[in-house]
């Protein structure tokens, strides 16, 4: 039992942390282009247009696979309720996997959604 507890808490700390940060990079991207806090790539840090576009992109995709991940990860979890620890672990283990190529997609959605809007330079086309 408290395995399953422990990876299933493990397993809702990633669609809310996409939940949350996609809510901030949405509604407040960072007010300053830092390579601290933020979507950090090249091509959103060109320039201020395009850092607040690609904060608002990304962070809507963030904000809705989080929201989707959610009730899935949860779903897989209550699947595999009181049974042995290794089937709890592989279903956790393959709901983690789910959930990281999940979290990383976005930087290649918002990369091309980038390089369609900008051109090279930072200009909008």
Same mark, same amino acid.
């Given at each position: $039992?408290?395995?399953?507890?422990?990876?299933?808490?493990?397993? #809702?700390?990633?669609?809310?942390? $996409?939940?949350?940060?996609?809510?901030?990079?949405? !509604? +407040?991207?960072?007010?300053?282009?830092?390579?601290?806090?933020?979507?950090?790539?090249?091509?959103?840090? #060109?320039?201020?247009?395009?850092?607040?576009?690609? +904060?608002?992109?990304?962070? !809507?995709?963030? #904000?809705?696979?989080?929201?989707?991940?959610?009730?899935?990860?949860?779903?897989?979890?209550?699947?595999?309720?009181?049974?042995?620890? !290794?089937?709890?672990?592989?279903?956790?283990?393959?709901?983690?996997?789910?959930?990281?190529? $999940?979290?990383? $997609?976005?930087?290649?959605?918002?990369? !091309?959604?980038?390089?369609?809007?900008?051109?090279?330079?930072?200009?909008?086309?």
């Amino acid at each position: $039992m408290w395995f399953w507890i422990f990876i299933f808490i493990n397993n #809702l700390f990633v669609p809310l942390l $996409m939940i949350i940060f996609g809510q901030v990079f949405f !509604k +407040h991207p960072p007010d300053q282009i830092n390579g601290i806090y933020g979507y950090r790539t090249k091509m959103s840090r #060109l320039n201020m247009d395009t850092w607040q576009y690609a +904060h608002q992109y990304f962070g !809507k995709l963030w #904000l809705r696979i989080g929201r989707l991940l959610l009730p899935f990860s949860v779903l897989g979890m209550i699947c595999v309720y009181g049974r042995d620890e !290794k089937q709890i672990g592989i279903v956790g283990a393959a709901v983690l996997i789910v959930q990281t190529v $999940m979290l990383l $997609m976005p930087i290649v959605w918002t990369e !091309k959604e980038l390089r369609k809007t900008f051109k090279q330079n930072g200009t909008r086309k």
